[in-house]
C-alpha cells in the first residue's frame, strides 16, 4: 500500500471529476441532470449535475478538503451557498425535484421534499449561518404535526402521515446535529422528544439485520449509509449495547466472503465493502476484537483500492480518505472528516461520562476501571500524553505501574512541568484506585514509590470518590516537602469535569490541572 500515491489519485478525482468544468456532482456515473432545478430558485444559472443526494456531494467536498486542496474550502462554502438558494419558503423548505404542474393543482399544494430539506438544513449546519433557520423548521414540522403518531416521517408532503424509513434516518440525523450544535434552543416541544419517538419508528422496522430498503440486493448496498447518519444518534440515546450497534460487526462478519461483501452484482462489491468498512472504524473504539475487526478490512481494502478508485462515488471517496487518516488516527474523535455526522468530541464525551457513572466501585471492577481511565486520558490530552502503557514494568524490573504515558507536550500544563516547575517529566505515571471508600496516605505512597528521576517525579492518583479534599493536598504537600514528588488526585467528578469543559473549552483543562497543581505547591 502506498498512501502517498492513493491520496494523490483521491485528490484528482476529487477535484477534477466531482467539480470539473465548472459542473458538480453528487455520485460520479449518474447522468441525473435536474431540468427542474429552477424550481429551487429561479436564479441558479450554474451547470450544475445534481442528484437527490445533495449531501454526497458535500461529503465529497469534505474528502477533498482532507487531501489538502486548495480550493476545497472556496467549494464547501459555494455547496453551503447553492444548498441555501434550494431552499423556499424563506429558505426553510425543499421542494421535491420531481414535482409536477399537475400534481400539485391536484392537490393545492407545493410538494416539499422532507428528506432533501433535513439534509440541506445539516449543511447549513457546518456553515455561518443563524441557527434562526433550522429553528422555524423544526417548529413549522412541529406545528403542521408531520410525524406521524408511530414517529416516523413522510418522504414529501403530499404523503403526510406515511412513513419513510430514509427520510426518518435523514431527520433524525439532522434533529440530532441541530441539538448538539443548540442545546439550548427553544423549540416547540423538546427535540430530545422528537428523537427518541423516531427511534421508535426505526427500531419497530428494523428486521434481521436491517431497514428494508426494495430488494436483498438494494437493502444491502444502501444499509452502511443509513447506519452511517443513525449511528451517533443511537449511540447516544440507546448505548453502544443496543440491538442495532451490537450486531453489526456480526452481520459484516456474515456478509463478508474474503473480506468482501457478497453480492450479485460484482461491479459493486468493492463499494459496498467499502462503505461497511468505514462503519466499523466507529466499532473499533469499543473493543480490542473490534478493532481487529476494522483493521483487518481497512488493510485489505486499500492494498487493492487503486484499479477501483475511478468507479467510486462521494461518499465511498470519504470513505477511503477516512480510511487512510486512520492508518495515523486511531481515534474516531481526531478524525476531523466525521463533524458532518456529529460533533465528535461532544459525542465521545457523554459516552465516557455514562460509561465510568457504570462502572461500579470494587476490586471485581478494576480492570475495567483501569481501561476506561486510558480512554478517559486519551480523549482528554491527546496528542499531549502519548503512547499509553499498560501494567507497565518499571525500576529494572522490581515495579509496576498502572498506567505510564510518554509527555509528549509542547505547551500547557504538562510541558509546564518541565519548563515551568523543574519536575523531571519525561513519562506521567498514573495509578488507578477503584475503591468504594477514601484513599488514604498508602495509596499515595505506593505511586510515590513509582517515581523517579529517570521516569519522571510527577504522577496522577485516579480513584472514585475524594470527600475530605484538604486532607489529601495536606498528604500531596508532605510528599513534596520529603522529596518524594508530585501528585494529583483526580477522583470521577475532577474527570466529568474535565471531560465537559474540554468540550466547550479545550484551554480549560490546562486553567483546570494548574489550579490543582498551586494547591498543593502553596
Known amino acids: 500500500m502506498n498512501k502517498d500515491i492513493i491520496l494523490s489519485r483521491l485528490r484528482e478525482l476529487l477535484a477534477d471529476s466531482q467539480f470539473s468544468k465548472g459542473t458538480l456532482r453528487g455520485q460520479f456515473g449518474t447522468k441525473t441532470d435536474f431540468k427542474s432545478r429552477r424550481q429551487y430558485h ?31 474550502v472556496t467549494r464547501i462554502e459555494w455547496i453551503e451557498s447553492f444548498t441555501k438558494s434550494c431552499l423556499s419558503h424563506n429558505f426553510v423548505m425543499m421542494l421535491t425535484p420531481f414535482q409536477s404542474p399537475e400534481r400539485d393543482e391536484q392537490h393545492g399544494e407545493e410538494a416539499i421534499n422532507y428528506r432533501h430539506t433535513a439534509m440541506a438544513h445539516s449543511i447549513l449546519l457546518d456553515s455561518s449561518e443563524s441557527p434562526d433557520v433550522s429553528r422555524e423548521l423544526i417548529n413549522k414540522l ?17 404523503n403526510k402521515g406515511s412513513n419513510n424509513i430514509i427520510a426518518s434516518v435523514y431527520m433524525a440525523h439532522f434533529l440530532f446535529k441541530f441539538q448538539n450544535k443548540y442545546p439550548n434552543a427553544s423549540l416547540d416541544k423538546p427535540i430530545d422528544d422528537i428523537i427518541r419517538d423516531t427511534l421508535v419508528y426505526l427500531n419497530s422496522n428494523h428486521i434481521n439485520g436491517f431497514w428494508k430498503q426494495g430488494n436483498r440486493e438494494s437493502t444491502i ?33 456474515q ?31 469499543f473493543s480490542k476484537d ?64 455514562n460509561e465510568l457513572k457504570q462502572i461500579e466501585p470494587g476490586s471485581h471492577n478494576a480492570n475495567r476501571y483501569h481501561d476506561h481511565v486510558i480512554k ?23 515495579k509496576r505501574a498502572d498506567i505510564v504515558y510518554f509527555n509528549a507536550s509542547k505547551d500547557g500544563f504538562f510541558h509546564n512541568l518541565s519548563f ?8 506521567i505515571i498514573i495509578e488507578c484506585k477503584n475503591y468504594g471508600k477514601e484513599i488514604e496516605n498508602p495509596e499515595l505512597d505506593q505511586l510515590a514509590g513509582r517515581l523517579s528521576a529517570n521516569s ?20 500531596c504537600r508532605s510528599l513534596i516537602s520529603k522529596g518524594k514528588g508530585y501528585i494529583l488526585a483526580l477522583d470521577d467528578s475532577d474527570l466529568i469535569t474535565l471531560i465537559e469543559r474540554k468540550i466547550e473549552d479545550p484551554n480549560y483543562i490546562n486553567e483546570y490541572l494548574e489550579l490543582k497543581m498551586r494547591d498543593i505547591l502553596l
Open 420 to 427: 515551568k516547575y523543574n519536575i523531571p517529566s519525561p513519562y
Open 376 to 398: 478517559i486520558f486519551n480523549f482528554l490530552f491527546h496528542r499531549t500524553l502519548e503512547n499509553p502503557k499498560k501494567e507497565q514494568i518499571i525500576d529494572g524490573g522490581s
Open 221 to 253: 448496498r444502501f444499509y452502511p449509509t443509513l447506519y452511517l447518519l443513525a449511528f451517533p444518534i443511537y449511540l447516544y440515546y440507546e448505548g453502544k449495547n443496543c440491538k442495532i450497534i451490537s450486531e453489526y460487526p456480526k452481520m459484516v462478519r
Open 255 to 285: 456478509l463478508s466472503r474474503d473480506y468482501y461483501i457478497s453480492l450479485e452484482e460484482e461491479k459493486k462489491v468493492f463499494r459496498t465493502t467499502l462503505r461497511y468498512v468505514l462503519n466499523l472504524y466507529f466499532h473499533s473504539y
Open 456 to 475: 519522571g517525579m510527577f504522577g496522577i492518583l485516579s480513584c472514585r470518590m475524594i470527600h475530605d479534599k484538604n486532607k489529601i493536598k495536606g498528604l
Open 142 to 158: 412541529i406545528d403542521e404535526r408531520v410525524q406521524s403518531p408511530q414517529g416516523g416521517w413522510p418522504e414529501w408532503s403530499l
Open 290 to 353: 473490534q478493532r481487529t475487526l476494522f483493521e483487518n478490512h481497512r488493510d485489505r481494502l486499500l492494498n487493492g483500492i487503486v484499479p477501483h478508485l475511478s468507479g467510486l462515488n462521494s461518499h465511498e471517496l470519504f470513505g477511503a480518505c477516512v480510511l487512510i487518516d486512520s492508518l495515523d488516527h486511531y481515534e474516531v474523535h481526531d478524525n476531523e472528516c466525521f463533524h458532518i455526522f456529529f460533533e465528535n468530541s461532544r459525542l465521545i464525551g457523554s459516552l465516557l461520562i
Open 42 to 72: 429561479d436564479n441558479v444559472q450554474e451547470d450544475i449535475i445534481l442528484t437527490p443526494q445533495l449531501f454526497l456531494t458535500y461529503m465529497g467536498a469534505q474528502a477533498l478538503k482532507y487531501t489538502k486542496h486548495a480550493e476545497s
